[in-house]
T-cell receptor, first 113, second 116 residues
Framework: KAGVTQTPRYLIKTRGQQVTLSCSPI?????VSWYQQTPGQGLQFLFE???????NKGNFPGRFSGRQFSNSRSEMNVSTLELGDSALYLC????????????FGNGTRLTVT | AQSVTQLGSHVSVSEGALVLLRCNYS??????LFWYVQYPNQGLQLLLK??????LVKGINGFEAEFKKSETSFHLTKPSAHMSDAAEYFC??????????????FGTGTRLTVIP
């Protein structure tokens, strides 16, 4: 069974631009979560989607948004990029998103210049 | 408030020595506890989890962890370190809040170095 796939692996953007990251979960997994990982803040929860609905949201500004499609694939969008948005963005899928374990992708490393 | 604390952002051990990575949590309700490992340029991989039942949990790669409610701890151990164990380790706790939402909180991570 294929793992969680995130594309692209690397992105370089400039301040003010917007970016869309993609995540394909493990087949059959209905929950997709997004995390931001930085050296200073560690892993921070962005949001979780389940059956195309945002079920849970972390403490990030509205510039960060996401969506989930009927095939459970998910996208994350960041508008008006800031230097501080440079990070590794990790997507994780799980069967139901309750206490079932998370399966992580390898992440998208975003650099904002 | 719920939180996870990992004591020691860096731990170094000799190859063959005991590995002990510490994790303490704070929660007013029974938590679900996880340890994840992250190798360079990769995502996180589940090592082991505690939900209910036996408090000593065995995971992959020879790791195990013991849930101690009285100490609010879930320390990760391995009797004998291998070079391949060098990675960053994250403790995480999932707690259901009063709205019914399940939130997963990660510790800040411990980078394990194995010295030949």
């Amino acid at each position: 069974k294929a793992g969680v796939t995130q594309t692209p692996r690397y992105l370089i953007k400039t301040r003010g631009q917007q970016v869309t990251l993609s995540c394909s979960p493990i087949s059959g997994h209905r929950s997709v979560s997004w995390y931001q990982q930085t050296p200073g803040q560690g892993l921070q929860f962005l949001f979780e989607y389940f059956s195309e609905t945002q079920r849970n949201k972390g403490n990030f500004p509205g510039r960060f948004s996401g969506r989930q499609f009927s095939n459970s694939r998910s996208e994350m969008n960041v508008s008006t990029l800031e230097l501080g948005d440079s990070a590794l963005y990790l997507c994780a899928s799980s069967l139901y998103g309750d206490n079932s374990p998370l399966h992580f992708g390898n992440g998208t490393r975003l650099t904002v210049t | 408030a719920q939180s996870v604390t990992q004591l020691g952002s860096h731990v170094s051990v000799s190859e063959g020595a005991l590995v002990l990575l510490r994790c303490n949590y704070s929660s007013s309700v029974p938590p679900y506890l996880f340890w994840y490992v992250q190798y360079p340029n990769q995502g996180l991989q589940l090592l082991l989890k505690y939900t209910t039942g036996a408090t000593l949990v065995k995971g992959i790669n020879g790791f195990e962890a013991e849930f101690k409610k009285s100490e609010t701890s879930f320390h990760l151990t391995k009797p004998s370190a291998h070079m391949s164990d060098a990675a960053e380790y994250f403790c995480a706790v999932r707690i259901e809040d009063q709205t019914g939402a399940n939130n997963l909180f990660f510790g800040t991570g411990t980078r394990l170095t194995v010295i030949p």
